[in-house]
């Protein structure tokens, strides 16, 4: 976990080249590829790689982040952001969290750590929607992502082969591949084998939704999904698997998206019937989940478990540890868990509110889509967004994957805040156009 790099620098000469790099980029290059520098260190850096001045800690990410965070201001680039209810709720769980977080620990330590996260994921969501507002900027980014997963495979094939992860040169990552099961489970620059895999995997839907609008050569989204696809087993992960199987269910079920009310109340009332009639609790069906070998599903199903019998100790702003609560639960692998462990019942509220205003509003861009292109990027969105929360349920997030999963949901509510702003200004237009007399009189 990061935790351990904390309030120390790691910083490596190539890492100090790339980040400072990439500061000029972001302060320079066009519009246009504002974003792809914060990208590039997401995806290629390891999270660990930090400055600390003052017991402050600027890992590099942060650094681009505050960068891209100048330039924004400097050239008033979020001109005609309108406020919507995401962008309401993550406010609302930012300032909560901190206080809470500061409350719960009593410390300066505590509260300038909280800020400093916040500051990444509210950050990253805000660039996201700043400079991902439409379909074109989108697949300009998974262009670049496409391209980038191509050397990235190769690189966590080696890592495979010889065990030996390139990427421990920065620090932040083992050298020595980690086996379990003997698998060995590459990471690359991510925190985690599973970050890796789910970093990747979630891209799929988005992938899907280009392919099927035809808007990047169907050649290069093959290559781009093999690679994703070949690191995502590279990880020999379950949950990244299960990340991939979730993407591609939720874009086949497309073909029932005017019944979708119905569904979710259908499978509202299945897992209803299911905690009904089941000797344990229906969430103890995650212990069976083990699709790489070597899972820990049952850890989650035990986490969950102990999660609703702890509600006194955590609903007002969290607890200071899980590790009182069973055997191994000092490990949160649930989001929503964490979210209540680092914030009370409110902070676990306010997150849920975010996740159901975003989901609301690409539902309305659904809706509001003219084009088929702009229908299945939504789509796509909502796909991307659903196996988030899926993922949610097995794992919590953490390095650079909080930044990632921030991003793609600004880009999201802001595609979504553009389509339906385009489809009221052509109502608007439709309603204004003089109408063709029928040469009948009017009594």
Known sequence: MNEAWSNQTTAHPL??????????????????YAIIPLMIMIMAIPSAQRIVIATIDF???????????????SRKENAGLTLKAPDTFIILWMVWGIFAYGILFGSASAFITRTGF??????????????????PDLK???????????????????????GRNIFAVFGGVPEITVIRDGRLRCQGPFSHPIMAGVFWAVLLP???????????????????????????????SSTPVMSAIFGAFAMMIYVFRSYMSQLRWSVLALLIALHMVMAKPVWHLISRIDISGGSTGWHRYYLIDRFFRTFNEWWFVGT??????GVGLWDVTNQFVLEAVRGGALGLIFFSLLIYSTFKLIGRGIKASKTGVDRWIMWGAGSLLFVHCMTFLAVSYFGQMLDAFFLFLGASVSIAV????????????????????????QA
């Open 15 to 32: 890492g100090l080249a790339l980040v400072i790099m990439c500061v000029g980029a972001t302060l320079f290059v066009r519009r246009d």
């Open 59 to 73: 890992s590099f990410i942060r650094i681009v982040i505050i960068a891209a965070f100048l330039r924004v201001f």
């Open 118 to 135: 916040m500051l990444d994921a509210v950050g990253s969501y805000y660039l996201g929607r700043i400079y991902i507002r439409n379909v």
């Open 140 to 162: 300009r980014i998974m262009m670049v992502l496409g391209y980038a997963s191509i050397p990235m495979f190769m690189l966590f094939t080696l890592e495979r082969m010889t």
């Open 206 to 236: 988005w992938l899907g939704s280009f392919w099927i609008t035809k808007q990047i050569p169907r050649i290069l989204l093959i290559v781009f999904g093999v690679c994703i696809l070949g690191i995502v087993i590279n990880s020999a």
């Open 320 to 325: 200071q540890s899980t590790d009182h609560w």
């Open 418 to 441: 553009t389509i339906i702003a385009s489809s009221r200004q052509a109502a608007s237009k439709h309603n204004l156009m003089p109408k063709r007399s029928t040469g009948l009189v």
